[in-house]
């Protein structure tokens, strides 16, 4: 599989262990649990126990079982993980998931039930596009990929929520919704184009043929360089607590 004929810039060709890999999303997967890594990192004290508990809950949750029922509704991916995987896939990481929270509601806070249901219902409206895929839009993206990680990862450190929290999940939601609008129309080029035709003239009379790279790479270098910016970001955010 060429470059310009992989379905997203983090995807392999097709086949064997290479499909799990690429159905991981790992750029994005980290990008979005370091937003629970950075709403834990501001509370006055950080426990790596739940810390640790509320990444593998969101791994599970998002990593995981999101993007499998993601993968089930249209094949994005073009992964041969056969759906009856990808449905069990879906279930463990959810259940795991929720598993984890249950476990907090007993010594965190009963308050966490919220939580599990809120993100319980997040992954399946908005990957399954449930509702005529009224919760599968860029809104609902910033607040589930984005705000909700973030105040997910402050609650389970202090059981209650501030005014920065509030405006941390803020702001994960917005870098949320700079990665769809790079992403969009970078996952059009690559999943729905079949060809791209054009010149670039520029002034001084020299030009460019138009090809799907040049129509993707911008985008794709603002999401690489911010996919590894926050996960570097979070472990600073970490880091500072624990030296």
Not at 94 to 117: C, D, E, K, N, T
Not at 210 to 217: E, M, N, Q, R
Not at 224 to 234: C, G, V
Request: net charge positive.
């Amino acid at each position: 599989m060429t470059e310009a004929a992989r379905p997203a810039f983090y995807a392999l060709r097709s086949g064997g262990w290479r499909d799990y890999w690429t159905l991981l999303h790992a750029p994005y997967t980290a990008w979005h649990l370091s937003f629970v890594a950075v709403g834990a990192a501001i509370a006055p004290t950080l426990s790596v126990t739940w810390l640790l508990e509320s990444l593998a809950a969101f791994l599970l949750a998002m990593g995981v079982s999101a993007h499998a029922l993601d993968e089930l509704h249209g094949r994005p991916l073009r992964t041969r993980i056969p759906s009856r995987t990808l449905w069990l896939m879906a279930g463990v990481g959810l259940l795991g998931a929720v598993a984890l929270g249950i476990h907090g509601m007993y010594v965190v806070s009963p308050w966490l039930g919220l939580f599990i249901a809120t993100g319980a219902f997040m992954v399946v409206a908005y990957n399954l596009e449930l509702f005529e895929g009224r919760f599968h839009s860029t809104p609902w993206f910033a607040l589930a990929w984005g705000a909700f990680p973030a105040l997910t990862g402050y609650f389970a450190q202090t059981g209650s929520l501030t005014a920065s929290a509030v405006l941390i999940a803020g702001s994960c939601g917005v870098l949320a919704v700079a990665q769809r609008r790079l992403s969009t129309p970078v996952r059009e080029v690559r999943r729905q184009t079949k060809m791209v035709r054009g010149v670039i003239v520029r002034r001084d009379g020299t030009s460019e043929e138009i090809s799907s790279k040049t129509l993707t790479a911008p985008a794709e270098g603002a999401l690489r360089a911010m996919s590894a910016a926050m996960p570097l970001l979070a472990a600073a955010l970490v880091a500072s607590h624990l030296v």
